[in-house]
């Protein structure tokens, strides 16, 4: 509990202490009143303060005002402890809010933790603390041992083990070495490194995450927002409502039918109907339980942007996956060289050589393969052709490096490759010279995840790649996946979830699922877009609603299965809320329910549907 909390726990003890005493004690009219006045001002002085600031305001009808109205006029009718119980048990319903809230944001406090407060940057062979916002790009910079990385870098000296959990949700240390990239948020584990920084620290990985994070509230789903404007009817009807029922039946009793008006009778009702009718239960828990799936699904690794990405992704029928890095490692390695009429060492040179300035996977394979330093002064007029692959001048010599698109383009006449792999086809000033055969790997858990995702409820799955159609139908054969589109350009797979939008029932949603590099157009196109293995990434997590911070499959599901529970205990407290509250406000109308059933009514009904909300906290074995 935080200082505040404890204050109000303190008070709710002395106001139930003083209530207990003075209801043992043989006393009645001022000195009562007198006597019971203390209890209610130490447990209510902040209720009466806010709902007087409300009316000077002109912002009236809110709970503040209800309860002040109900406790009020129950003191005013000599129902001493009945008024102070009111404000007591309201008070310990805000305790278990302020509480609930407090738990729920500790994971995402946990998240914020991962800010750095300084950099180490070298001077004269000592170390100085600077503000992280000062260190420019380039700058080398010392992560000691037990330090957070403070700013995204390559390693330049040293090597060690990182604990990325903070990011991913997972426990198990990444090791780094010399000329790994590395992101800031992780804590160094054990050696002594060196980074030469790559970014500012605005544009870091850790700033732009604390920077979804704190905006996630913004974004509100459909079921807030239709509760905001539940309670901004709701409050002033049930006020006006409460009006009537205190003044129209003993008008109607006293003119109409002759009889004794009952002043007292009815005004009681009015109260009890009032303290009933507040919404607490509903305006609190439903944003609490989108608050808390939030910080849920943050321990676990997945970053929400807003609570209407949360709701939507609930709804989800359709994914659609990117195949490289997504569902592969993009780990890609040089199987083979075929058909070649030079050495199988310089068709990779010259490959490796005109694809040198990429920092596509398959062109650092190739520079991988080559297995010697690479001269980029050899190497001029390069020209990437989108889709098709590279053509620049080695020594001299026109090289075009690519897919047999890019051959027919060049006027190049290609050779088959039996093999499943991705095929680069390399052309020699104007002579096909041959192919490099390529392979990656499928991630491990890829296979269970589609698994994961039909029991979660998805229908359908499909992958978009620009690889060939032989390599996209094996990875899809092998995965159990539904549909596959191979052979796309980047405008393709655009295209082609347009196409899938329109096809999809009017409340089903798509995901899309891409790594986050080359994927944004997709991302931002889908209805949900999902970055797998974001970690460095800006272009995810700026283009895509939810953020998966490693590269593992299976968390798409566990996304997908988070959202579902944090609605299905949404609508939870929706319809047990709404539901108690009319069976209530019926009983209090008829004069059957007493204050002791309106407090029930309200700070119960309040206190269960908070208790219910911080379930979403929980996404063990999900």
Not at 304 to 332: C, H, I, P, R, W
Not at 571 to 580: R, S
């Amino acid at each position: 509990m935080n200082k505040k909390q404890k204050k109000m726990l303190a008070r709710i003890i002395i106001s139930a202490a003083l209530i207990v005493l003075f209801s043992m004690l043989p006393i009645d009219g001022y000195v009562e009143f007198v006597l019971f006045m203390v209890p209610y001002l130490v447990i209510g002085y902040d209720i009466l303060k806010k709902a007087w600031k409300g009316i000077l305001n002109r912002q009236v009808f809110d709970e503040n005002f209800l309860m002040a109205v109900a406790t009020i006029g129950a003191i005013l009718l000599r129902d001493y402890k009945e008024g102070v119980a009111v404000m007591l048990f309201y008070q310990i319903g805000e305790l278990f809010q302020s509480y609930a809230v407090g738990k729920s944001r500790r994971n995402i406090s946990e998240l914020m933790d991962i800010r750095p407060d300084y950099a180490n940057v070298e001077t004269d062979g000592k170390l100085e603390k600077v503000d992280p916002d000062e260190v420019a790009v380039g700058t080398i910079i010392v992560v000691q041992p037990g330090e957070k990385i403070p700013i995204d870098g390559i390693v330049t000296e040293g090597k060690t083990s990182l604990n990325t959990s903070a990011l991913t949700g997972e426990s198990l240390p990444r090791e780094v070495a010399e000329g790994d990239e590395v992101i800031s948020g992780c804590i160094n584990m054990s050696g002594l490194i060196r980074i030469r920084t790559t970014k500012e620290f605005g544009e870091s990985t850790v700033s732009k995450i604390l920077e979804l994070m704190e905006n996630s509230s913004s974004l509100k789903s459909r079921s807030e927002n239709f509760i905001s404007k539940f309670a901004k009817y709701y409050t002033p009807a049930v006020c006006y409502g409460a009006l009537a029922l205190a003044f129209l039946p003993p008008l109607v009793r006293m003119i109409f039918m002759g009889l004794s008006p009952m002043w007292g009778d009815w005004i009681y009702r009015a109260l009890t109907f009032l303290v009933i009718s507040c919404p607490c239960a509903l305006v609190i828990s439903i944003p609490l339980g989108f608050f808390a799936g939030i910080g849920g699904a943050s321990k676990a690794g997945v970053l929400v942007k807003g609570s209407n990405y949360l709701e939507a992704l609930s709804q989800t029928k359709t994914v659609v996956f990117d195949k490289t890095g997504t569902m592969t490692e993009g780990v890609f390695e040089v199987n083979g060289v075929h058909h070649s009429k030079m050495a199988d060492q310089k068709l990779l040179e010259y490959a490796a050589l005109a694809e040198s300035a990429s920092s596509h996977p398959i062109s650092k394979s190739l520079q991988k393969a080559c297995q010697k330093p690479l001269d980029r002064t050899r190497v001029t007029d390069i020209e990437e052709i989108g889709g098709n692959g590279i053509t620049a001048k080695v020594d001299g010599i026109p090289v075009a490096v690519g897919n047999a698109k890019l051959m027919e383009r060049i006027g190049v006449t290609p050779m088959d490759c039996h093999h499943v792999g991705t095929v680069v086809h390399v052309a020699v000033n104007g002579e096909y010279e041959g192919h490099i055969l390529i392979s990656d790997r499928i991630k491990p858990h890829a296979k269970q995840a589609i698994e994961n995702l039909k029991k979660a409820g998805v229908t359908r799955t499909v992958m978009l790649t620009g690889d060939r159609k032989r390599v996209a139908d094996s990875v899809a054969a092998e995965l159990g996946i539904d549909e596959v589109h191979s052979e796309l350009l980047p405008a393709d797979k655009v295209s082609r979830v347009e196409e899938l939008l329109s096809k999809k029932g009017e409340k089903e949603t798509l995901a899309f699922v891409g790594d986050g590099i080359n994927d944004a157009p997709v991302l931002s196109r889908a209805d949900i877009g999902i970055a797998m293995g974001a970690m460095g990434s800006d272009a995810a997590i700026e283009a895509a609603d939810i953020v998966l911070m490693d590269d593992d499959p299976l968390k798409i599901a566990t996304a997908i299965r988070i959202s579902k529970r944090c609605l299905r205990i949404v609508y939870e407290n929706i319809y047990f809320a709404i539901g108690i509250k009319l069976i209530c406000l019926l009983l209090g109308a008829l004069g059957i329910a007493n204050m002791w059933m309106a407090i029930f009514a309200d700070v119960g009904v309040m206190i269960l549907a908070v208790l219910n909300a911080i379930r979403t906290l929980f996404v063990k074995n999900m």
